[in-house]
């Protein structure tokens, strides 16, 4: 947010196919928590799931949960 309360405009960046995206830890119950990194691949088939199953198009707004005990 801008310092003036308004919300600046998105930036996209075309980055490679193994870039870091997001990190998942494990729960710990053999031992340390272990780090697994997703890189931005790993959202080309979740992004296919919900467009063809979905009914998706580019203005559709998705959220998805998944519970980390399971």
């Known amino acids: 947010m801008d310092e003036n309360g308004s ?10 196919f193994s870039h870091p995206v997001f990190i998942n830890f494990t729960s710990g119950t053999t ?13 080309m088939p979740t992004a296919k799931d919900f467009w063809i199953q979905m009914d998706s198009d580019r203005d ?11």
């Open 7 to 16: 919300v600046p405009e998105m930036e996209f960046e075309q980055v490679s």
């Open 31 to 43: 031992g340390l928590p272990k780090a697994m990194m997703h890189g931005s691949g790993a959202l």
């Open 60 to 70: 559709s707004i998705w959220f998805s949960m998944s519970p980390v005990g399971f």
